[in-house]
């Protein structure tokens, strides 16, 4: 078996050696499945594996790389994708009971994508229960339990990209597949210290994909950089005409970590005294500091004063409602982990249509204040949260939690990329570049060279196998 040194590097190295036929997909594959076979029952990263699909992918790849046909730097490259996608033959379960041993016989749009760049899939990675679509305020609200974030068994890894934050981080995976509707991919790669990537709406096809939202949620890569985030997008983005929110724009542009020092960048100061661990903060400030170090000028600039967080909260409970309506005709709402699941349904009935309609209106308005201020900035900076990861057994609603630039970032369906910045008492915590819609590569170029003067990214959680 390949040795941690190996299973921990990131894609585009892997990618290199598997070219140079320095290692084979088949090696590498085997290799990924033992270590989650070792680790993953502490974990719970994992719902389902696909140890067969995969040994078989990886074995027609590495007959075509060997005959010179090598497809891409993903050809041969093991991956994990959230349960929320479908995989044709392979129980898409959406993290939750009622949909336990339910079959798809199609693959999602992403997956097709993937396959046909030659990447491996390995399984299907945990995700809390209808990615949260109904509401919860504990980690193990999901049908395999609390993901177990590998820099502390006793902390929860976030939602709702639970499995993708625990897989990437403990390398059972390269990469893998996360979905964002409001904070599930900047929140598990900021708890779980590594990369993540969310694009702009429209940006990446959900042919295939459950939705809560049908007009916020996003799919993208978490990985071990913000150069393998990258990667991914290239093979899962473009237009699909089968997807009515997908937007036809050209391909994103190869990022150019040198040229950060061009872009116009600014931070947004977040309230720490209300809703945040002040360590957290400090360990954000350093960054900045890094970053100015390294030739950067950081302004301080505050968000419009707008509800961003307010007309966010509307827009969901409204759609994800409309979403699961038939698991509360059915009864089947009750078979959820979540208790707070079966109240969202009360909840939605006291959003009347105006509010809806009203809070479209404002999401204008915002959309247009949020253009205005990246007509002045290239990039803006914040901590991804504002806090390190919680306790297995905490309950949230215990916890005062605010997230004003997710909410913005989602409402506007703006594109941004969280890497590792540092610990807190041995926790990660991370910087996260938010650009303007169809700007993922300034976000790309800023988090690239953040990590070419830093070496977060490198860091490894201290595991324990189980064999």
Not at 172 to 179: C, D, H, T
Request: charged share 25%; with cysteine.
């Amino acid at each position: 078996m390949l040795s941690d040194d190996v299973l921990f590097r990131p894609v585009h190295e892997l990618s290199r050696l598997v070219g140079a036929r320095e290692i084979s997909p088949v090696e590498l594959t085997r290799s990924y499945l033992s270590r989650i076979e070792a680790l993953d029952h502490e974990l719970h990263a994992f719902v389902t594996l696909t140890p067969d699909l995969a040994m078989a992918q990886a074995q027609k790849a590495e007959k075509e790389i060997a005959r010179g046909r090598r497809r891409g730097p993903l050809h041969g490259i093991p991956y994990g994708t959230k349960d929320l996608l479908a995989t044709k033959g392979i129980p898409t379960t959406w993290g939750a009971q009622p949909f336990a041993g339910r079959i798809i016989d199609e693959d999602a749009e992403v997956v097709r994508r993937l396959s046909a760049a030659g990447a491996v899939l390995l399984g299907k990675v945990a995700m809390i229960e209808l990615a949260g679509g109904l509401g919860y305020s504990r980690g193990d609200a999901s049908l395999t339990g609390a993901a177990r974030n590998p820099w502390d068994y006793g902390r929860w890894t976030c939602g709702s990209s639970s499995g993708s934050g625990a897989a990437v981080a403990a390398a059972l995976v390269p990469f893998a597949i996360g979905s964002e509707t409001w904070g599930s991919i900047v929140c598990p790669s900021s708890f779980c210290g590594i990369s993540g990537l969310r694009p702009t709406f429209g940006r990446v096809s959900r042919r295939g994909s459950m939705v809560i939202s049908w007009t916020f949620d996003k799919l993208g890569p978490m990985a071990r950089s913000a150069r393998d985030c990258a990667t991914v997008l290239s093979a899962i983005e473009g237009h699909d005409p089968e997807d009515p929110f997908s937007i036809d724009e050209p391909p994103t542009r190869a990022a150019d970590p040198s040229a950060a020092g061009k872009l116009k960048v600014g931070y947004v100061p977040l309230d720490f005294d209300r809703f945040g661990d002040r360590g957290v903060q400090r360990v954000f400030d350093k960054a900045l500091a890094d970053l100015e170090a390294a030739g950067l000028t950081i302004e301080k600039t505050p968000l419009p004063d707008l509800p961003f967080e307010s007309l966010t909260w509307v827009l969901l409970v409204a759609e994800a409602a409309t979403a699961f309506e038939e698991l509360e005709r059915s009864g089947d709402v009750k078979r959820l982990v979540s208790e707070e699941a079966p109240l969202a349904f009360i909840v939605t009935r006291a959003v009347r249509g105006q509010d809806v309609v009203k809070a479209r209106r404002v999401q204008t308005i915002c959309q247009r204040a949020m253009a205005d201020l990246f007509s002045r900035y290239d990039v803006l900076l914040y901590p991804g949260e504002m806090h390190t990861a919680f306790p297995v057994e905490k309950d949230f609603s215990e916890i005062a939690w605010s997230d004003p630039m997710g909410a913005t970032g989602n409402l506007c369906g703006l594109p941004a990329v969280s890497v590792p910045c540092g610990f807190k008492d041995g926790l990660p915590v991370s910087l996260t570049a938010v650009a303007g819609a169809f700007e993922e590569t300034k976000a790309i170029s800023l988090t690239r060279f953040y990590q070419t003067i830093t070496d977060w990214h490198t860091k490894r959680p201290p595991l324990r196998r189980l064999a």
